[in-house]
């Protein structure tokens, strides 16, 4: 089965510093690659996705890279705020017909200091 | 809101005892997952129903594990003679289809004591 690795487990930035959150995956069928925002006690919060046909992606603050050939890809935000201060998911999920769930990273804890 | 709903929010109960959770995907989602994430990790799939049907089950959910969708719509959970190891997060997530986002929702927190 797919292996997502994530790194760090825990990052702290300064408020208005950029922050990049980095996962690897084991499975190179995997397509699909989507990041998630999990504030205390709520449950996970999609705010970003990403398919293999794509080597970027952005929406406002928030950008995520993949390399398929390396087999990672990266979260980046920038301008940070205390707002983005969570647990943050990486996710694949694999391209086979019988690949239906998402595998998860271990999670980076972010802080941002006012 | 139309987002995935979840009930209850929060469960404790006694090891050995039955509780069942629900899970209301988002309306017109076919597909309805249930995971299970655990204290420092990330979330675990358990389960996944494509409209009514129960569609591949992960190796983490034992015999004692039973999950339904009987209409389509709403699903259940149960855990039977609850132990201490389930406790944890269940969330549910909902998605039009395999190749869409999934949206999930806040999740049943079970503490079993």
């Known amino acids: 089965g797919e292996n997502v690795e994530q790194h760090p487990s825990t990052l702290s930035v300064q408020e208005g510093d950029s922050a990049v959150i980095k996962c690897t995956y084991s499975d190179s069928a995997s397509n699909y690659f989507p990041w998630y925002k999990q504030e205390l006690g709520k449950g996970p919060q999609l705010i970003i996705d990403i398919r293999s046909n794509v080597g970027e992606k952005k929406d406002q603050r928030i950008a995520v890279t993949l390399n398929k050939t390396a087999k990672h890809f990266s979260l980046h935000i920038t301008e940070t705020q205390p707002e983005d201060s969570a647990v943050y998911f990486c996710a694949a999920r694999g391209g086979g017909a019988g690949a239906n769930n998402l595998f998860f990273g271990t999670g980076t804890r972010l802080t941002v200091i006012p | 809101d139309t987002g995935v709903s979840q009930n209850p929010r929060h469960k404790i109960t006694k090891r050995g005892q039955n509780v069942t959770f629900r899970c209301d995907p988002i309306s017109e989602h076919n597909r309805l997952y249930w995971y299970r994430q655990t204290l420092g990790q990330g979330p675990e799939f358990l389960t996944y129903?494509?409209?009514?049907?129960?569609?591949?089950k992960s190796r983490l959910l034992s015999d004692r594990f039973s999950a339904e969708r009987p209409k389509g719509s709403f699903s259940t959970l149960e855990i039977q003679r609850t132990e201490q190891g389930d406790s944890a997060m269940y969330l549910c997530?909902?998605?039009?289809?395999?190749?869409?986002?999934?949206?999930f929702g806040q999740g049943t927190r079970l503490t079993v004591v």
């Open positions: 129903f494509q409209n009514e049907a129960q569609l591949e």
């Open positions: 997530a909902s998605s039009w289809d395999r190749a869409t986002e999934a949206f």
